[in-house]
């Protein structure tokens, strides 16, 4: 079956560094365009960064434009977000996203990050 499993979030200080992995297996990775999004309490959820499928197009959020990459790995089925200058108003969960077309899509279960002093 599909599975998205997202890891690598924590309690990082601002100004820290997180690297998110995403590994995705039961679907054709490499057909996919891979994202990541965020919601924080009471907020909506968000398009964070996307990566296409060949890997050569990739779009940020002006508010994580500078500070975050996104990346896929085709021989480990993975994609990563690298986030550097990490802000309290990254806190969220994130959530790793494969989209073939609007009508398919798959979401991991997220993986918390918290920016605090």
């Known amino acids: 079956q599909v599975q998205l499993v997202e890891s690598g979030g924590g309690l990082v200080q601002p100004g820290g560094s997180l690297r998110l992995s995403c590994a995705a297996s039961?679907?054709?990775?490499?057909?996919?365009?891979m994202g990541w999004y965020r919601q924080a309490p009471g907020k909506e959820r968000e398009l964070v960064a996307s990566i296409s499928s060949g890997g050569s197009i990739r779009n940020y959020a002006d508010s994580v434009k500078g500070r975050f990459t996104i990346s896929r790995d085709s021989a480990k089925n993975a994609v990563y977000l690298q986030m550097n200058s990490l802000k309290p108003e990254d806190t969220a969960m994130y959530y790793c996203?494969?989209?073939?077309?609007?009508?398919?899509?798959?979401w991991g279960q997220g993986t918390q990050v918290t920016v605090s002093s």
């Open positions: 039961g679907f054709t990775f490499s057909t996919y365009a």
């Open positions: 996203q494969a989209a073939q077309s609007s009508r398919v899509q798959y």
